[in-house]
């Protein structure tokens, strides 16, 4: 099993910053890929950023792309969502997931976190 805690979601305001961290625990093959993924009301579950655990490349959604930045500490087990010039847009219930390989759709992830609010005031 793999168990993730999310936390440092809140509210700021547009053009602000965030970082949200996901602590892991649980069998280390099956959270090789980690990934920050975003629900919106009204709409789908969607990836915002997936890193690999062993330190392979970074993937990031086009609508976040220069804004946010995937990182890890492997000795904390923690992953980190750094979020800057957010916009209202960015306003979402955020979740922490784990995989085996990275991939963008949602249905590929068996490990989910709670998820933290993230609100984004214009």
């Known amino acids: 099993q793999v168990q993730l805690v999310e936390s440092g979601g809140g509210s700021v305001q547009a053009g602000g910053s965030l970082k949200l961290s996901c602590a892991a625990s649980?069998?280390?093959?099956?959270?090789?890929?980690m990934g920050w993924f975003r629900q919106a009301p009204g709409k789908e579950r969607a990836g915002v950023a997936l890193i690999y655990t062993t330190g392979g490349p970074t993937y990031y959604a086009d609508s976040v792309k220069g804004r946010f930045t995937i990182s890890q500490d492997n000795a904390k087990n923690t992953v980190y969502l750094q979020m800057n010039s957010l916009k209202h847009d960015d306003t979402a219930m955020y979740y922490c997931?784990?995989?085996?390989?990275?991939?963008?759709?949602?249905?590929?992830?068996?490990?989910w976190g709670q998820g933290t609010q993230v609100t984004v005031s214009s």
């Open positions: 649980g069998y280390t093959s099956r959270r090789r890929c």
């Open positions: 997931a784990a995989n085996s390989v990275c991939r963008w759709d949602q249905k590929e992830y068996n490990y």
